[in-house]
């Protein structure tokens, strides 16, 4: 897959008529600048809980990580797993992660909530309820979460992991039970109702690590069920090796029949050894020590790369979340894109270079004796500037635009 | 399991009261006989064609494989392979089929067809047609089939392997290409509406070997979408081991939530090497020789023992279609009950002890003074006779029954 193939339906053709009081500005020099891409490149932002709530005991590493992190990302994942944000019922933890959000919110960043309801740490006090009063409490649950973070955080994985939901049999919890008891159908009703009645305009997925037939057949009842779905999630933690560009388009092309837009939401692939192919559960592989090798740092900036080109070749990807920006994270995995120390591995300059350079723009041009400028570039937001004036614009659909901007 | 456990579901405690002339007969020696089990002891029946259609050109040998068959069976399992049954559009091999169908319901043995609508061995004339087309050519077929075999096959697996169906890509076929454009569940809406219109009375089947949650997702799918099925199919081919009590029970577990009786629709334990575990699709496994061993059949014998008994322990199951009496069948496999050379192995002898001795009665008691008879029997069709007269009775229900039977 070649870039160029990626510009097909990842850039438009533009023309920029630039003017100034009405005329053109012919043969002047401008500076082209992609400020955001509507490709949502998203990672995980749980690390900015303390520098957002101003309470950072490392502010240095921590305003340099959030540099990092804005070097190549534009989109962040803020974690609502049930049984850490309300250990306590009654006592949610709503102030900081909503100081989280605004941070990111502020910065232009969407921000998605992960996952308003998850059998896995969800909340033990639901074992204290019968299954109606679960229902209940987690309905009650999506509905806080949502009104509390409206038009701060408007997406959600409203509901993770359903396929394996009522059968998940780690350990004994209330959302299983539920499940088990409703059915999954009537569960992922019960809490995208919920969702849209809170928030409407919020855009609601459905996420999963399962990428057999088993999600297809959910997926297929879900929507035959007549629940609207705004886009699907697809994990992809590739802790026991990176999947490669035929398993990834197979994946791709099953899951885009649904004519759902495709997020892959959670993405981490290891610069160190790779887990053995027969773990099954990957939370079963426990390891002292998981250190990043300079071999699986090549590697993995290898594969990065691949992934990325892979994910964004296909129409139907409108988002990629990487799981974990620094190693050391779940599983203790060298899964990031910064060493334990901070320092970025090859893999964050591979995939700074491609969001910035070779996907962005950064330029300086000349007009024609019309004022014009000609360029193709990525789906996003621009500046151009001249001198000492400016005007944003933004190329929102693939093919040609003809924009005329008066620099003022 | 002990057989105390499977009889609490299994058999009635049933109280005769047998008169002549409305007086009662005291004292008196009777013959009790059950002549049918209400649990269907499934087999398949292909190779009964020639027999049936009195063009057997080994009449010995058939007639004593019909003789074998119907001592451990009451249920036939007939085939209706698309491919194999209209090879030529418009000209459907429906008679053969339907002498065969009558030979086993004149025998008073229930007739199941297998399959109505499925991927494989599937018309290779529907490549020819637009999915429009395959869809009507598939519909008439099914009213076609349910109305020529009405009130002698009025039990069908409507539709095969749906979950692996729309992503099936060993070969092109035109029941793939449909149902990857229509999904999943629109295409078993469809064949159920056609099977339903066309035999309102028949038992309908949706039957899949995949045992994974994909078939769960799809069935509450197909549930929540409305469609009624009669009862769920679960393939269980076991070439590649046994698979011992805990799977079974935790299967049967799993498929029993959905409130629906569970047929056990095509069963195999091999009496000679097992398939290696690494093969995924059994028909990738082509041996030229696949003997039967001693040891081989001493282990098919006590697997057949376990099976049996796990699958009448639990209430859901109301049938086990064993699937090929001889060996030689599927993949040459040695997974008869009889040798290629029509001898009865060891597994024969068990099963007929189980069905007819230990599950069965057949013994001569005698009545108190009111010519009363307590015993306790399996479900079925039962015979009570005295002297030269008699009569019939049926248990249908577990628990108590008194039934006062006249021995005109």
Not at 86 to 104: H, I
Not at 208 to 237: N, P, T
Request: with cysteine; aromatic share 10%.
């Amino acid at each position: 897959m070649s870039t160029t193939d990626l510009r097909a339906h990842r850039a438009a053709d533009a023309v920029l008529t630039l003017t100034r009081g009405g005329e053109p500005l012919a043969g002047r020099e401008v500076r082209l600048e992609q400020t955001r891409h509507k490709f949502l490149f998203g990672c995980t932002g749980f690390e900015f809980d303390a520098l957002a709530n101003g309470d950072s005991k490392a502010v240095e590493r921590d305003t340099a990580l959030a540099e990092h992190w804005e070097g190549l990302f534009n989109f962040a994942t803020l974690p609502f797993y049930w049984g850490r944000f309300e250990p306590e019922r009654g006592r949610p933890a709503t102030e900081r992660l909503l100081n989280t959000a605004r941070w990111f919110a502020e910065r232009g960043h969407p921000v998605k909530g992960h996952p308003l309801a998850w059998h896995t740490v969800t909340a033990d006090w639901l074992l204290d309820l019968d299954n109606e009063a679960i229902a209940a409490a987690q309905v009650d649950r999506i509905k806080r979460e949502m009104t509390d973070f409206e038009g701060v955080i408007d997406m959600w994985d409203v509901i993770n992991e359903v396929v394996i939901m009522p059968i998940f049999d780690k350990y004994d919890n209330g959302i299983t039970r539920l499940c088990r008891d409703i059915g999954r159908i009537p569960m992922v009703r019960m809490v995208f109702d919920a969702a849209r009645e809170a928030n409407p305009g919020a855009v609601l997925l459905l996420n999963d690590f399962d990428m057999s037939s088993a999600y297809e057949c959910l997926i297929e009842g879900v929507l035959e069920a007549g629940i609207r779905i705004d886009a699907l999630g697809l994990q992809s933690h590739m802790h026991q090796g990176y999947w490669g560009e035929e398993k990834t388009l197979a994946i791709l092309d099953r899951f885009a029949r649904y004519g759902l837009p495709i997020h892959f939401t959670e993405t981490t692939i290891v610069s160190g050894a790779i887990m053995p192919p027969e773990i099954e559960d990957l939370n079963d592989h426990q390891v002292d020590s998981w250190p990043t090798t300079p071999e699986g740092e090549a590697r993995q900036a290898d594969e990065i790369e691949r992934h990325y080109t892979t994910l964004l070749s296909h129409p139907s990807v409108e988002a990629m979340t990487y799981w974990g920006m620094s190693d050391g994270g779940w599983l203790g995995a060298p899964g990031g894109f910064l060493r334990a120390d901070g320092s970025p591995k090859p893999s964050y300059e591979r995939l700074h270079r491609l969001v910035n350079d070779e996907w962005g723009t950064r330029t300086t041009v000349a007009t024609d004796a019309e004022g014009r400028v000609r360029f193709n570039g990525f789906l996003g937001d621009y500046t151009v500037t001249c001198e000492d004036t400016g005007a944003a614009f933004t190329l929102d659909t693939a093919g040609q635009a003809d924009l005329t901007l008066d620099l003022a």
